[in-house]
């Protein structure tokens, strides 16, 4: 159960598009299209933003969007505004025989 | 309102033991998996535990793995997380999370989260 990759930091201007990557392996985000993104603003609980690789949550904005490929899943934030500055972190199922889940290490997001 | 209250954290030595609860409203609490995820201070997330629906189906990190035990009473709409053998290394701010539900079932992932409760595990 190592924890999935992200970029510590990513940045952009306002009105710019940025993506956070999120690597694992073969037995969470490659065998399973369940991969979550949430955003955590500081102080503050995390916020479930992206469910089922690409699916929103009602309510969430759609400047947000994701996908995958292979082992590698992604968030892009498109016309990026101030309030996106925050905590992203992924989140994959990764269990088979087992209920078990694993969070991304977590990216920094500045808008510039 | 949905909402989810954890309770239970505090200071504690280590090798000494702490039950977190989780007070569940405002939704069907005996339909849903429930999750506790923790946050080390100024680090990320790390999932702990989770249990399903009827308590069928649990699980844990391996970094928690049989000195935790996650449970449930679905009559009080209740989370517990028992915490035995505590370390350094467990301290975090623990929240309970509610597993996301849509009309084509389970999603594998979390909505509603509680605001915490903080464990500090020190001499």
């Known amino acids: 159960q190592s924890a999935l990759t992200q970029p510590a930091s990513v940045s952009g201007s306002p009105g710019q598009s940025i993506t956070i990557s999120c690597t694992g392996t073969s037995s969470d985000v490659g065998s399973y299209n369940l991969v979550s993104w949430y955003q955590q603003h500081p102080g503050k609980a995390p916020k479930l933003m992206i469910y089922?690789?690409?699916k929103r949550p009602s309510g969430v904005s759609n400047r947000f969007s994701g996908s995958k490929s292979g082992n590698t899943a992604s968030l892009t934030i498109s016309g990026l505004q101030a309030e996106d500055e925050a905590d992203y972190y992924c989140?994959?199922?990764?269990?088979?025989?087992?209920?078990?889940?694993?969070f991304g290490t977590g990216t920094k997001v500045t808008v510039l | 309102e949905v909402q989810l209250v954890e309770s239970g954290g505090g200071l504690v030595q280590p090798g000494r033991s702490l039950r977190l609860s989780c007070a569940a409203s405002g939704f069907t609490f005996d339909d849903y998996a429930m999750h506790w995820v923790r946050q080390a201070p100024g680090k990320g997330l790390e999932w702990v535990s989770g249990?399903?629906?009827?308590?069928?189906?649990?699980g844990y990190a391996d970094s928690v793995k049989g000195r935790f035990t996650i449970s449930r009473d679905n009559a009080k709409n209740s989370l517990y997380l028992q915490m035995n053998s505590l370390r350094a290394e467990d301290t975090a701010l623990y929240y309970c999370a509610k597993e996301y539900t849509t009309v084509t079932g389970p999603s594998d992932a979390f909505d509603i989260w509680g605001q915490g409760t903080m464990v500090t595990v020190s001499s």
């Open positions: 089922e690789g690409s």
């Open positions: 249990i399903s629906w009827n308590s069928g189906s649990i």
């Open positions: 989140c994959s199922y990764a269990g088979s025989s087992t209920f078990t889940y694993v």
